[in-house]
């Protein structure tokens, strides 16, 4: 199976494996450098996903899961993947944060109850907090010491 690029005219190219790509004709691989010329101009450059990853400070697995997700176009040209370069400076410019957005106080507020109520329970019956688990072991103790 053979990936497909497209070229600035949205025509779909093949891309030819590493296997096949000697054995493409010259006519072919003419097409094929002339569709990738052309949709370099469109883009204004293609970049593989180590040089796409340099410029968004991300990974060059988080470049091929932002490809996966849609988040940036894929373009195979003579057995290699690329990725624009417009749209990685327009990515660039978005000054995306990494992680979760922040909560708000009232999210933070309610996120602290759930997992207060999910916690205290096992966290008490295994000696929980400090002030709660010294009392507890206090009474052990006063408990053995009778004994």
């Given at each position: 199976?053979?990936?497909?690029?497209?070229?600035?005219?949205?025509?779909?190219?093949?891309?030819?494996?590493?296997?096949n790509g000697r054995e493409m004709t010259k006519?072919?691989?003419?097409?094929?450098?002339?569709?990738?010329?052309?949709?370099?101009?469109?883009?204004q450059g293609l970049l593989n996903h180590a040089?796409?990853?340099?410029?968004?400070?991300v990974s060059t697995r988080r470049i091929g899961?932002?490809?996966?997700?849609?988040?940036?176009?894929?373009?195979?040209?003579?057995?290699?993947?690329?990725?624009?370069?417009?749209?990685?400076?327009?990515?660039?410019?978005?000054?995306?944060?990494?992680?979760?957005?922040?909560?708000?106080?009232?999210?933070?507020?309610?996120?602290?109850?759930?997992?207060?109520?999910?916690?205290?329970?096992?966290?008490?019956?295994?000696?929980?907090?400090?002030?709660?688990?010294?009392?507890?072991?206090?009474?052990?103790?006063?408990?053995?010491?009778?004994?």
């Amino acid at each position: 199976m053979t990936a497909l690029a497209t070229d600035a005219h949205n025509n779909p190219v093949s891309a030819p494996t590493k296997q096949n790509g000697r054995e493409m004709t010259k006519a072919q691989l003419q097409h094929e450098v002339e569709a990738m010329s052309e949709t370099m101009v469109g883009e204004q450059g293609l970049l593989n996903h180590a040089q796409a990853g340099i410029l968004l400070d991300v990974s060059t697995r988080r470049i091929g899961e932002l490809v996966e997700l849609g988040k940036l176009q894929r373009f195979d040209f003579l057995g290699r993947t690329y990725v624009s370069m417009r749209e990685v400076r327009e990515r660039r410019e978005m000054e995306l944060k990494a992680g979760r957005p922040r909560r708000t106080f009232a999210q933070k507020i309610v996120a602290g109850v759930k997992s207060a109520i999910n916690a205290d329970a096992g966290q008490l019956k295994q000696g929980g907090y400090t002030e709660y688990a010294a009392r507890q072991k206090a009474k052990q103790l006063a408990k053995r010491k009778k004994k």
